[in-house]
């Protein structure tokens, strides 16, 4: 979604926010803009397309040249992604940036149309800075007084970068459901959508809450409330460093983010083990409130949807607990029957996924328990949940979402061996060994990882494919699922998982010779169920590509290619065998040519619904 940076200092403005815009490039974007003091003047320069678009009509029509100035990246929501429709918008000496969607902005233009109030583009946002200016000029031009009055009556979610040309050393900020956060550096401050964006320049950080105005100068950054009293802010400090937002050496992100999973994996798992037991005290869980738990629902969107299914075949295999998985998009609008003494496990990256969020908010309200299990610090979900586990798996900058996958479905194993272990389920010898298998997956993953050839090769053998399907039992079928989703968004070859027993029941008839099915069989107890679907598939056909154990092998040429796993124990399968789904998807991508990292259409954190 869209990304913001604000900056006023001693650099060069346009700089600093193309370089804040480039680390923000993750998150989506179709237009980018910036707007910066030109001595006196704001000067801004807007593009449809990529920050390279943006920067060659700088080179052509002129770099806007000073120390203070907004910045953004758009992902269209109102209007489409045009020059006129990028930000930042103007409106008289308001011109603005802004992340969000403005509900009542038909009722506002018409309000502002009436008071003789022209607008250029198709956008919510113009109307904000519209409404800004109108209020600026009512109030014999104070800046924060018209703040609030438009703030007042604005509905819906933004996160607003504010600058006034009365005001040439100044930025704004101000924010309700979309994030933002200010940067605190030496003579210099910053806002941005998140802190990959500034971690160049500084590591201390104010979170900006809704209802709160932060006035930025070059000498400091001063948060205001809503009655115009100063409020004291708590300084952050970033644990996350530059080099860790950087492509180190990889062709992409998404590569990278594979290869960090062994070390996201211990940096999240060995904090919560304590004398070879789980230990989720600090993350405010304990056995004696896990006991009160009747049922547990897992509330999530995409990835950290799929991680939820994992979670479930775990949690009721081990616990004995009925895990309900739900996607947070259906779920807060479904009257779900969720109440007290029920557990509601909202897993998200982000921490900031619009659904997601309102899935916590409604599961509170309705008398639920929250946990969240979240990767970005001090973001939404996580500052509003009962429960929190914070994933350590470092920014995850690629779209596509491998690495905090990965620390997700780690944290549901942790979480599963303590809820069996509080239950009664299993003892503390199994509980123990249980954990100890868990601490030895990331060296599994580097065994996969040092061989990653293999995945290279069958995508080879994907590239001319439309259509391809996942399949598998059991956990097979919840990793099918990540598998799928994982190669559709960033090869646009349609895909679709399913589970390997429900084919016959109408999907089999899609198969042909030009269908590949990479089939998932990792599960001893199904393997031999799995091999006979599969034997269906190819009898019509298809092309098989078998993801499987070493110690399990279907006859010679029942798979055409076959990825073989290190031996691992069942249930703790899926933190291995996502990773050769990860790489076959990566692989199709590249040789397919697509922007692996930011893929068509897509936006890394999802804050409108
Ligand atoms: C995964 O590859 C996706 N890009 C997407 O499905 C993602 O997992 C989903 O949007 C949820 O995001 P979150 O984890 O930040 O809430």
């Not at 920067?55 to 910045?71: D, F, N, T, V, Y």
């Not at 009962?386 to 979480?415: N, R, W």
């Not at 990860?582 to 590249?590: D, E, F, H, N, S």
Request: glycine residues 8%; proline residues 3%.
């Amino acid at each position: 979604m869209c990304g913001i940076v604000g900056y006023v200092g001693k650099q060069d403005a346009t700089e600093v926010l193309m370089n804040g815009l480039a680390r923000l490039e993750y998150r989506g974007y179709d237009s980018a803009g910036i707007a910066v003091f030109e001595n006196e003047t704001i000067k801004v320069a807007k593009s449809k397309g990529r920050l390279a678009d943006l920067a060659e009509k700088m080179k052509q029509e002129g770099k806007p040249s000073g120390h203070a100035g907004i910045g953004h990246t758009r992902w269209a929501t109102h209007g489409e992604p045009s020059d006129v429709n990028s930000h930042p918008h103007g409106g008289g000496t308001v011109t603005i940036v802004h992340n969000g969607i403005i509900e009542n902005y038909k009722v506002l233009k018409d309000f502002l149309i009436k008071k003789g109030r022209v607008f250029e583009s198709e956008t919510d946002t113009e109307v904000v800075a519209q409404l800004l200016d109108y209020y600026y000029v009512e109030n014999h031009g104070n800046p924060v007084e018209a703040i609030v009055k438009t703030l007042k009556d604005l509905e819906g979610s933004y996160a607003l970068g504010v600058i006034f040309a009365d005001f040439p050393d100044r930025v704004f900020a101000l924010r309700k459901e979309s994030p933002l956060i200010v940067g605190i550096g030496e003579g210099e401050n910053f806002i941005a959508s998140d802190v990959t964006a500034i971690l160049q320049y500084t590591k201390k950080y104010y979170l900006l809450e809704a209802g709160e105005i932060a006035v930025l100068s070059k000498q400091g950054a001063a948060v205001y409330d809503l009655h115009y009293q100063k409020v004291q802010k708590e300084l952050k400090i970033a644990d996350w460093d530059v080099s860790e937002a950087e492509k180190g050496g990889y062709a992409h992100y998404m590569l990278k983010e594979i290869h960090e999973q062994p070390e996201s994996i211990r940096k999240t798992i060995t904090p919560r083990i304590e004398n070879g037991l789980p230990n989720l005290e600090e993350c405010g869980i304990t056995p004696e409130k896990l006991l009160t738990f009747r049922k547990i629902h897992v509330v999530a969107c995409g990835t950290a949807m799929h991680a939820g299914m994992v979670g479930k075949y775990v949690i009721e295999k081990l616990a004995k607990v009925s895990v309900n998985v739900d996607i947070a998009s259906e779920f807060r609008y479904r009257e779900p029957l969720v109440g007290e003494g029920d557990l509601v496990i909202i897993i998200s990256q982000s921490g900031e996924t619009a659904d997601s969020l309102e899935a916590l908010r409604l599961s509170k309200k309705l008398g639920a328990k929250t946990l969240a299990i979240v990767n970005a610090k001090g973001s939404s979900i996580a500052r509003e949940t009962d429960m929190l586990i914070y994933t350590h798996a470092g920014p995850e900058i690629a779209v596509a979402s491998t690495k905090a996958y990965m620390v997700q479905i780690a944290v549901m194993y942790l979480f599963a061996f303590e809820l069996a272990l509080a239950k009664g389920q299993i003892d503390e010898t199994e509980c123990r060994r249980l954990t100890s298998v868990l601490q030895e997956t990331p060296e599994k993953i580097a065994e996969i990882l040092a061989n990653k050839e293999k995945a290279q090769m069958i995508a080879s053998e994907l590239i001319t494919a439309d259509s391809l399907l996942y399949i598998g039992r059991g956990l097979d079928y919840a990793l099918s699922m990540e598998g799928s989703l994982k190669l559709k968004e960033i090869s646009y070859i349609h895909s679709e998982s399913y589970a390997a027993g429900e084919l016959k029941h109408g999907t089999i008839s899609l198969i042909t010779e030009n269908m590949p099915v990479i089939a998932v069989a990792t599960q001893r107890n199904l393997f031999e169920k799995t091999i006979s679907n599969i034997k269906e598939v190819k009898a019509r056909g298809a092309k098989v590509i078998l993801v499987s154990r070493a110690d399990y092998q279907p006859e010679k040429d029942v798979a055409d290619m076959q990825f073989i796993l290190p031996d691992e124990e069942d249930l703790l399968m899926p933190m291995t065998a996502v990773v050769p789904l990860q790489l076959i998807a990566y692989y199709t991508a590249v040789l397919k040519g697509t922007d692996v990292d930011k893929p068509r259409n897509l936006a890394k954190s999802v804050t409108v619904e």
